[in-house]
């Protein structure tokens, strides 16, 4: 039986407002892409990158707007510092960069001009290996036999004042080889789903928000504190 013209006309605006929406949170840049790809192909289409030398570029919250993306604490892409590039909308480009201190990262847009790519190639195993941080998670790489890779993963969320003294936490454990410069979990027994990337001189993860408690997720870009 076909549609009525009721019916076609609700498809019609559900897919539509579908659209709107995505469309709405395309503007924003983010570790997260809610309606990206599967958690196992999401960051092989992000590429290393660096910040043209020179003035910091603001980092904005959407790509059509000159809102800061750190409020009223604007954070900056310091001119010469590497980075990772994950999608780039008309003249605007949505990158992850260090900030200050020895954690800190975060993810903006600045102008395609203010930014060139750099190597993306796979990386060899023994530059895996570390204790990469970031402001919530700690990803922990060691090496085994035949090139495999041994890879734990330790994230914390704390409620903060209205939710009392609580933390979440938040862990996962793959252990394999990278293929294409991706290692992905692959224990169809475990609802949390990883993958992990060496990307210039940063390690990146996406994941499925199963891997913890509320609020909990690995995605984002990581900084090599020690070997």
Known sequence: MGLSRLGVSCLFILLTSITCAQA????????????????????????AGAVTEGMPSQL??????SD?????TPCF???????????????????????????????????ASRWHGTDSSPQPVVRWVGVWQN????????????GQLDIK??????????GGDVEIYGDF??????????????????PCKVSIRLLGDYLVAA??????????????????RHH
């Not at 904005?60 to 707007?65: C, G, I, K, M, Q």
């Not at 780039?88 to 020895?102: F, R």
């Not at 402001?135 to 035949?146: G, P």
């Not at 891997?211 to 090599?224: D, K, S, V």
Request: hydrophobic share 35%; net charge negative.
């Open 24 to 47: 709405e949170e395309d503007r924003y840049c983010r570790a997260e892409d809610w309606n990206g790809p599967a958690v196992t192909t999401r960051i092989a289409t992000w590429s």
């Open 77 to 111: 892409a310091r001119g010469g510092v590497t980075g990772v590039e994950v999608r780039q909308v008309g003249a605007s480009v949505c990158v992850g960069v260090p900030q200050k201190g020895k954690l800190a990262t975060m993810f903006g847009w600045i102008p």
């Open 173 to 190: 454990s793959i252990t394999g080889k990278p293929k294409n410069g991706v290692v992905t979990s692959n224990d169809d027994s475990d």
């Open 60 to 65: 904005r919250e959407a790509f059509d707007s």
């Open 207 to 224: 994941d499925n928000d199963a891997c913890g408690g509320m609020g909990i997720t690995f995605a984002g870009m990581y900084r090599l």
């Open 153 to 162: 993963g330790h994230a914390v969320r704390d409620l903060g004042p209205d």
């Open 68 to 72: 800061p993306q750190c409020g009223g």
């Open 135 to 146: 402001e919530t998670a700690k990803i922990t790489v060691q090496s085994m036999v035949d």
